[in-house]
C-alpha cells in the first residue's frame, strides 16, 4: 500500500505517486476563491452573462491551477541523499539528488524538512530531468544523523494552489565530534627526522621578529631591539619527532566525551602541521601511521562510532 506520508524511512530511489501528494490551496488561493464567488453571485442575481461567463472562466483556471501544481511533483524519482561529515554542532548540508522524465517543466520546487529539525530550505533544481537541492540540517552529537522527513513542495505555476509530498530516506549520516577548542599541544611524537616548529613554550630561539600587539613581555629581545632601535620579539622552536601516537590513554584524567574532542582536535592540528599520525583507542585497531584526507576521515570516523558515555 502506499502511503500519503511515510510512517517508516524508505530506502531509494522513491518515486512520488500521484497518491502521496497533497494539494491544498493557499491563502492567496482562498481569497481568490472568496473574490470569485462574490463575483458569481453578484452576477447570478443581476443576470449579467459576460460575467458570469468570465467568474466561470476564472474558476476552471484555479481548478487547473490545483491539477497544475500536483503534476509539478508527480513522476519525481528521488535517487539519493549524501553529505559531507561535519563536526557536532555545525550545519549538514545535506544534497538531495533527483530525476524526471524530460518533456515537463518542473519550477518553484522547494525543499525543506518536516518542522522537526527548524531546517534552512534550499530549492530543487532540475535541469534536463536530473538535479538537486540542498537543504542544511543542525547538528547536535556525534554519530549516526538519521534523517527527518523531508518535504518537496510548490505553488507553481499560480499561486493558488500548494502540492507537498514527504520522502523519508533511510540513509543515515554521520557526524564526526566537535574538537577541543583549547588544550595541550600535540604529544611529542618521534621517528628518525627530528623537525622543529615554532612554539612559544619551546626551549630554543628561533629567530626574532617584529613586536606585534599582545605579545609577552617576557618574549622581548631588549638588546637587539636597542640596536635596530625598534622592538623584536624571539620566537622559539620545540624540536618534534617524525610521527606521533594518539593514544585514548594519554587523555586520561578529563571526562568521556571531553577525551573524544582532544583527540578530534590533535587529529587536525596534526593534518595542518603535515604530520603522520597513528589513532589508538580502546576495543579497536591502531590506524596508522598515515596522513591525508582519506586517514583523516578514517581516525573521525572511528572517534565519531565510539559507544556514548
Not at 44 to 72: D, H, I, K, R, T
Not at 181 to 206: I, M
Not at 232 to 257: H, K, M, N, S
Request: net charge positive; glycine share 10%.
Amino acid at each position: 500500500m502506499i502511503w500519503t506520508r511515510p510512517r517508516d524511512p524508505e530506502s531509494l530511489p522513491a518515486r512520488l505517486h500521484r497518491r502521496r501528494i497533497y494539494v491544498l490551496p493557499t491563502r492567496f488561493g482562498m481569497f481568490y476563491a472568496l473574490l470569485l464567488f462574490t463575483m458569481l453571485l453578484g452576477a447570478l442575481n443581476y443576470n449579467n452573462n459576460p460575467a458570469l461567463l468570465l467568474g466561470l472562466m476564472l474558476a476552471g483556471a484555479g481548478l487547473a491551477s490545483l491539477v497544475a501544481a500536483q503534476m509539478q511533483l508527480s513522476g519525481l524519482e528521488l535517487v539519493t541523499v549524501d553529505a559531507e561529515p561535519v563536526a557536532a554542532g555545525a550545519p549538514l548540508s545535506v544534497r538531495l539528488h533527483a530525476r524526471a522524465a524530460p518533456g515537463r517543466a518542473r519550477r518553484g520546487l522547494r525543499l525543506d524538512d518536516d518542522g522537526s529539525f527548524s531546517a534552512s530550505p534550499g530549492i530543487l533544481n532540475l535541469e534536463r530531468g536530473t538535479g538537486e537541492g540542498q537543504l542544511l540540517l543542525p547538528t547536535q552529537q556525534r554519530g549516526w544523523f538519521d534523517l527527518p522527513k523531508l518535504r518537496l513542495s510548490t505553488t507553481r505555476p499560480l499561486g493558488l494552489a500548494r502540492a507537498w509530498a514527504y520522502v523519508w530516506p533511510e540513509s543515515p549520516l554521520l557526524v564526526y565530534p566537535a574538537p577541543e577548542a583549547d588544550g595541550p599541544p600535540l604529544p611529542a611524537g618521534h621517528g628518525d627526522r627530528v623537525q622543529a616548529r615554532v612554539n612559544p613554550s619551546g626551549d630554543d630561539v628561533h629567530h626574532l621578529r617584529a613586536y606585534r600587539s599582545g605579545d609577552a613581555r617576557r618574549t622581548i629581545a631588549w638588546k637587539p631591539s636597542a640596536r635596530r632601535d625598534t622592538l623584536l620579539v624571539r620566537e622559539f622552536e620545540q624540536p618534534i619527532g617524525a610521527e606521533i601516537v594518539l593514544d585514548w590513554r594519554e587523555t586520561a584524567g578529563i571526562g568521556y566525551e571531553a577525551r573524544i574532542a582532544r583527540l578530534a582536535r590533535w587529529i587536525d592540528d596534526a593534518e595542518r602541521e603535515g604530520r603522520r599520525y597513528q589513532l589508538r583507542l580502546p576495543g579497536h585497531a591502531a590506524l596508522g601511521p598515515d596522513r591525508g584526507t582519506q586517514h583523516r576521515h578514517a581516525c573521525l570516523r572511528a572517534l565519531a562510532l565510539m559507544p556514548h558515555g
